[in-house]
């Protein structure tokens, strides 16, 4: 089984889960993307399901363990927040058609599979409240509800692929400092 020509059908199942949606996308739209016949794609695939399973666990695992070696830094909660909220926006602007299938699609997943990544995610919020809850401890931040703060941040960060624009004016790197400054320093003067 050629690594490369998996790669190749992830790519394009990517590329077609992102332009017509998941449900819309049949297993033949695939094959003929990558220039095989249907039964010959089966050779590197189970299936359509296990597919964007394989997709959403990749892209979930990255954004774990981009933040896991955040979290690992010697640094302050505040910059672990910063840092957290410029790679995730990053990684969510450089892949964004894997975001968008990511947290668009992942739902159409059966029972199984999407309690895993279900699981993923919550592993992901969990580090995320881990630094407010440093923050708290050691008195940089005051969140009273970390949890809940945590939920608003990352939904904030993940909805970026519903409106974010590679012609726009700005990039993920301006977005982030908007973002930081935004949780960190707030509204008020």
Request: proline share 1%.
């Amino acid at each position: 089984m050629s690594s490369n020509k998996q790669n190749e059908i992830a790519l394009a199942a990517v590329k077609l889960f992102e332009q017509k949606g998941y449900r819309a996308t049949s297993v033949q739209d695939i094959a003929d993307a990558v220039g095989l016949q249907k039964g010959s794609l089966y050779h590197y695939i189970t299936s359509k399901e296990d597919l964007l399973m394989q997709i959403a666990h990749q892209a979930i695992l990255q954004f774990n363990q981009q933040l896991q070696s955040i979290l690992a830094e010697d640094i302050s909660a505040r910059e672990k927040l910063e840092r957290m909220i410029r790679a995730h926006l990053t990684m969510s602007i450089e892949n964004l058609e894997t975001t968008t299938v990511l947290w668009r699609e992942a739902f159409s997943l059966g029972e199984g599979p999407q309690e895993v990544i279900a699981r993923m995610s919550d592993e992901y919020l969990n580090l995320v409240t881990q630094i407010l809850t440093e923050g708290v401890a050691n008195g940089e931040f005051q969140v009273a509800e970390p949890r809940v703060t945590a939920l608003a941040i990352l939904g904030a960060c993940n909805w970026v692929y519903r409106w974010y624009q590679s012609n726009g004016s700005l990039d993920a790197s301006d977005i982030s400092s908007v973002f930081s400054n935004l949780f960190l320093n707030g509204l008020l003067r």
